[in-house]
């Protein structure tokens, strides 16, 4: 099993800045894919970014040019800075991961517990 758990989510003014990280822990033989997603309160949950084991990223297009994602594959983990925050980005931050527990079992989607954003105008 992986476990991600999440930080560095709280309450902040518009215009402010958040760097949240994701640690994943347990039995993990890889980690491929990580990325965050937000869901807002009555909407679905949406991608803000993701980042292969090899860089590749790939971001919403509401969220490029604000939010940088990175990972520390050495550490297991994942980091979002969000900048310029709004109001509408208001949400629960969750991490999530498409990894392998052992050398020949089935990668699978893990997610962490989410960390609450909350930006005041």
């Known amino acids: 099993q992986v476990h991600l758990v999440e930080s560095g989510g709280g309450l902040v003014q518009a215009g402010g800045s958040l760097r949240l990280s994701c640690v994943a822990s347990g039995t993990i033989f890889s980690l491929n894919s990580m990325g965050w997603y937000r869901q807002a309160p009555g909407k679905q949950r949406e991608l803000v970014a993701d980042?292969?084991?090899?860089?590749?990223?790939n971001y919403s297009d509401s969220m490029k040019g604000r939010f940088t994602i990175s990972r520390d594959n050495a550490k297991n983990t994942l980091y979002l800075q969000m900048n310029s925050l709004k109001p509408e980005d208001t949400a629960v931050y969750y991490c999530?991961?498409?990894?392998?527990?052992?050398?020949?079992?089935?990668?699978?989607?893990?997610w962490g517990q989410g960390t609450q954003v909350t930006v005041s105008s």
């Open positions: 999530n991961a498409y990894a392998t527990s052992s050398r020949f079992g089935a990668s699978r989607n893990y």
């Open positions: 980042i292969t084991s090899g860089g590749s990223i």
